[in-house]
């Protein structure tokens, strides 16, 4: 996948290994990693990892979410994507609280599931939110 979707205030595009840094940083912050259920910090190495891990995938595409000017802002994705049965669950987030309740997820969402629906001809997306991500929650 060699992708990019152009929203209003965003960009979905493929992963980048050169992504990782900033990926690393926000998930091993605490805050972060309790809303997103990550049990250890994680570094570098194993975002990279996760990252091409990710371009092999039969059953999930992932997109790191920057604004019109390439800074990065989050990711999103649709997972564990089951065709036969038309279904597959969306996850997104936007670690840094500057740059939540502008908008980003809101349209990310839009992005993606016309995407899920109309590219991947999904009848349902699924998503689960932490009950304390009380942003996303309003959202959905």
């Known amino acids: 996948m060699n992708r990019e979707i ?8 493929e992963q980048r290994e050169e992504d ?6 926000w998930f091993s912050q605490p805050q972060v990693m309790f809303q997103c259920g990550f049990e250890k910090p994680t570094n ?10 990710g371009h092999r995938s039969k ?16 990711e999103t994705g649709l997972l ?25 997820g809101t349209e990310a969402i839009r ?3 016309d995407m899920a629906f109309k590219e991947y001809e999904m009848h349902r997306v699924s998503i689960g ?11 959905l």
């Open 6 to 13: 152009r929203g209003k205030q965003i960009i979905l595009r």
């Open 20 to 25: 990782a840094p900033f990926f690393a940083y």
């Open 44 to 53: 570098e190495e194993e975002i990279k990892a996760s990252i091409n891990a």
């Open 59 to 74: 059953d999930s595409v992932w997109f790191t979410i920057t604004d019109l000017e390439g800074n990065l802002i989050g």
């Open 80 to 104: 564990r994507m089951f065709p036969a049965w038309h279904q597959t669950d969306l996850t997104i987030i936007i670690p840094d609280p500057e740059m939540q309740h502008r908008g980003y």
């Open 111 to 113: 992005l993606i599931l």
């Open 129 to 139: 939110v932490v009950g304390l991500n009380t942003g996303c929650a309003g959202i």
